[in-house]
Every structure is written in C-alpha cells, then in structure tokens.
C-alpha cells in the first residue's frame, strides 16, 4: 500500500525544511508527498521543487488545504503531517502494518520532539488520554484509506476544528484506532506561550467549540493571538 502524505503550510518555510528533512529520512520512503500552500510564496514552491514534492497552492484555511491535498493524492493511503511534526525513520512501516490488520485509519502516539522535563511529558500524556477519550488531533498523523476519507465527506473547509467531523464519520464506519509508535511534536509554541497557558488556552478553545461557537469565529481569534 502507497502512501501519500499531505502537509498543509501557511508562511512557514524554515519548519516545512525540517519536515521535508525528516520525511527523506523515511524507511520505506512516502511515494509521494503534497504540500499545499495558504500562503502562495515563492520560497515555498522553490522548496518544495528541490525536494521533489506536488506543490499545490490554496486559501489559507487548513481545512481546505488538507481536503484540497486529499482529492489530488494518488495513492490507497492518506497520511496528514503538519509542518511542526518529526516523524520517525519507521512511521510508512507502522501506518502499513497497521492498515493491514484491517483498520480504516489511525494516528500516532503524541511526543514533544527533544524536550524531557516534567511539563513536556504531563501534556503528552494528557494530550494522548484525551485522543482515546476524544478526538485526535492533525498533530498527531491522522492517516486513513483514500477511500475511507472520500465517504467520509473528507475534511470541512475550517480553518480551526477541522478534524473532529471527519474522526467522527470515520469512527462509525470501521475502526480508527492509535499506533503505539510515536510522532514528534515541536515544543516550540509551548515554550513561548508557557506550557500549561497554551494548554489552557487550547482547552478554553475546544470548550467554545463544544458549545457550538462558530470554527472560523475561533480561528480569527486563534490566529490572531499566534
């Protein structure tokens, strides 16, 4: 089963560098990869033709670029990566293994990449208590059939809480279960926000959502604040 991996981007050249220099360390290597551009820059098209990746470019809305990338991929198996993850040299092997026990998706075990102190590994394990108990996050690898993805209605054209829909309609069409292997996070929005305040304040944005603020309502705040 091939492997398509889907990384939306938005003003953020030096992080899809470190991304696309992870994903050429894969064993076995990704037979194709989409990068999809909100931002339309030129350094990222450059980028993107040195490391001989699809280039596509969209409005910024992660929802949409993601969806965009999908229905472009060519191959059985979605994988969706954001420009921040680090993904480990054995991570194509793990998504097939587990396909093949007859799953329609998964997601990885969420880790901060290089960072070990007590904040670090309390948030991870937070973070991965609440994608059993509730929605999986695009940090965290979301990967699926093509097929799966389609009948599923793909992902909604938001810009923030893109995902929970889609891990919604999946759950109910087969199992979307994690892997045990891990996919690196980096801390660095953490560490200039404060670890537990952005933890908070993505907790005060999940809990608006749930009481049914508007996505693109959230996100012009999200974004705004950084």
């Known amino acids: 089963m091939d492997v398509s991996v889907v990384i939306p981007v938005y003003r953020d ?13 894969l064993d076995p290597r990704p037979s194709e990869i989409i990068i999809v551009d909100g931002g339309s820059e030129p350094e990222i098209e450059a980028l993107c033709a040195e490391a001989g990746c699809r280039y596509l470019a969209s409005r910024a809305c992660r929802g949409n670029q993601m969806d965009r990338g ?22 194509i092997a793990v998504i097939r293994a587990h ?68 891990v919604k309609r999946l759950r109910k069409s087969g199992r979307f279960a994690p892997v045990p292997a891990a996919l690196g996070v980096s801390a660095r929005r953490w560490k200039r926000d404060g670890w537990f305040r952005r933890s908070l ?6 809990l608006a959502y749930i009481l049914r603020r508007s996505p693109d309502e959230l996100a012009r705040g999200y974004f705004r604040r950084g």
């Open 99 to 166: 396909m093949g026990t007859g799953t329609v998706g998964g997601w990885f075990r969420f880790v901060f990449e290089r960072e070990r102190c007590w904040q670090a590994r309390l948030l991870a394990f937070l973070i991965n208590l609440r994608a059993r108990v509730g929605t999986p996050y695009g940090d965290q690898g979301l990967f699926m059939h093509r097929d799966a993805y389609r009948q599923a209605g793909g992902f909604p054209p938001r810009a923030l809480f893109e995902e929970p829909p889609l």
């Open 201 to 206: 304040r993505n907790r005060l944005l999940a």
């Open 70 to 91: 999908a229905r472009a991929a060519s191959n059985e198996l979605l994988w969706f990566l954001h420009a921040d993850n680090a993904p480990r040299p054995d991570s």
């Open 13 to 25: 050249r030096q992080a899809l560098e470190r991304m696309l220099e992870a994903l050429a360390r």
